[in-house]
């Protein structure tokens, strides 16, 4: 069983901003979750993995949540409002990243596979 974190890539966050991302969207997901088989299945192997991927900009998440949807996935995403990290984090709603999970590893979708992982070129 894994979580996912998918984060957008087309603007700039500093490390501790897609740490924090990361963070919401791994929660999210979890919290969500926790009344399911898959989130008593995934809090019982304690950790658990988690991945981040890179989601690419705003149309590539919007259309990635699109297809999870049509996969029979519940995406997360993640609005960062009021918090400020200029030039692109001013206070206004942005999204910036995606929970997804827990899936097993051999349950996700296609679209999810051809993600690169974050921070890998």
């Known amino acids: 069983m894994r979580l996912y ?5 087309d603007i700039p966050m500093s490390p501790g901003k897609a740490i924090a991302q990361a ?23 304690c950790p658990g993995t988690k991945i981040t991927l890179a989601g690419g900009s705003e149309a590539e998440m919007l259309h ?3 297809k999870l949807q049509a996969a029979g ?4 995403p993640i609005i960062d409002r ?5 030039p692109h984090f001013d206070g206004s709603p942005i999204l910036t990243a995606i929970g997804l999970g827990p899936i097993a590893r051999d349950q996700a979708p296609g679209c999810l596979r051809k ?3 974050f921070g890998k070129d």
């Open 23 to 45: 963070g919401h969207a791994y929660l999210e997901a979890a919290v969500k979750a926790s009344d399911t088989a898959e989130g008593a299945a995934y809090a019982a192997l």
């Open 64 to 66: 990635l949540c699109e």
């Open 5 to 9: 974190a998918i984060l957008r890539t």
């Open 73 to 76: 996935l519940t995406p997360h």
């Open 115 to 117: 993600l690169k992982l």
């Open 82 to 86: 009021d918090h400020v990290e200029l």
